[in-house]
Every structure is written in C-alpha cells, then in structure tokens.
C-alpha cells in the first residue's frame, strides 16, 4: 500500500485583511501616472478578455479561484446586475484591471484589482484603484434604479503583491476585519503553464 496515498496536501496559513470605505470623503487620490495611461470600462461582458486579465494578472500571487469556470460561469459572472470591469491600458496595451460587484444595500465589492508584472512599479496602480474606487461610489449613475453606493469594500492577503495592502490604505481604505485561513500549498499558476517571466 502506497502510504502517500492517505497524506492531505499541504496547507498554509494565508491572513485575509477586509477593508471598507463608508464615504466618497474617504478616497484619497494618487497621482495622475505617466502620460499613456488610460483607464477604460470593458462594456460588452466578453469572457475571453475577463479570463486573460485573471490570468496575466493573478497568475504570480496565486489566484486560482476561477481557473475552473466555464464559459457559461464567466459569462454569469460578468453581467450580474451592476458588475464593472475597469482596465487599465498603456499606450494601447493592457495593463490591469480592477472588477466591481455591486452587492445589496449598497454596498459594492472590488473584486478584483491588480496589475500584470510588467506594469507594477509604475504608479499605475494606485491611479487605478483610485479611478476604480471612484467609479464604485458613483456606480449607481450608471445603473438605474440601483441604490446610491454607501460602502466600498475589499479583501486582500498575504499572498497578494507586497504592495497591495499599503496601496488601499492610501487610498483611504480602512481595515475592518482580519482573519487567518488555512489554503492549499499550490504553485503559481502564471498566465498559463510554463510562462513565469
């Protein structure tokens, strides 16, 4: 008998910060970055494009929580009621991306947020966070007979980019619960196999 068989994978502990905003008071911009950029909402749900900004952006920290969707589950995901996929490009290309899922009682969640390697560095993403969480609170302009955004919420982790959780706090994100969870030891995925730059 193979004793391996019986053994669980390994696990480590992973600490998940929650951080809100009650007010558009709270944001604190970041400067404007290098001319090129632009930050642009992807209209039109299209589950190719939301599965290569995942991908190219995730694929170093760890994010596999979508990796097995379906088309038809992607496609759900992107026209819920009030969902907003915000890229970022530089000269034309993209950049990264930050997703909103606007929630009840007006609440609205970054679901996402983050840069591709390339682009970290470049006071990209704290313009983007700062567009993307403006665009939460106004959120409710572009979706009729939605409730005005009360509250803007984010988690994030330790296995997220180091600079993510100073990132929100300069923003003015205020952190409102931490906890510590235990998640499978699992390698980077990257934007596909074999792709760690």
Request: with cysteine; hydrophobic share 35%.
């Amino acid at each position: 008998m193979n004793d391996s068989a019986h053994h669980s994978p390994a696990v480590s502990d992973v600490t998940v910060w929650s951080l809100e905003q009650t007010s558009p008071a709270d944001l604190t911009p970041a400067a404007a970055p290098a001319d090129g950029v632009t930050v642009t909402r992807a209209r039109t749900p299209l589950p190719e494009f939301s599965r290569f900004l995942y991908t190219a952006v995730g694929g170093d920290v760890r994010w596999t929580d979508r990796l097995g969707l379906t088309y038809t589950q992607w496609q759900e995901i992107l026209e819920r009621p009030g969902a907003e996929t915000w890229v970022a490009y530089e000269n034309g290309t993209p950049a990264g991306f930050i997703e909103l899922d606007a929630q009840e009682d007006g609440a609205v969640e970054i679901a996402y947020f983050g840069l591709i390697p390339a682009f970290r560095g470049r006071r990209i993403g704290g313009h983007l966070l700062s567009y993307g969480t403006a665009r939460a609170w106004d959120l409710a302009e572009r979706h009729p007979g939605r409730k005005p955004t009360e509250r803007v919420w984010v988690h994030t982790c330790s296995n997220d980019g180091p600079h993510a959780m100073d990132n929100y706090l300069r923003r003015g994100f205020r952190l409102f619960d931490t906890k510590v969870e235990q998640e499978p030891d699992v390698a980077n995925p990257g934007p596909w196999p074999g792709a760690h730059a």
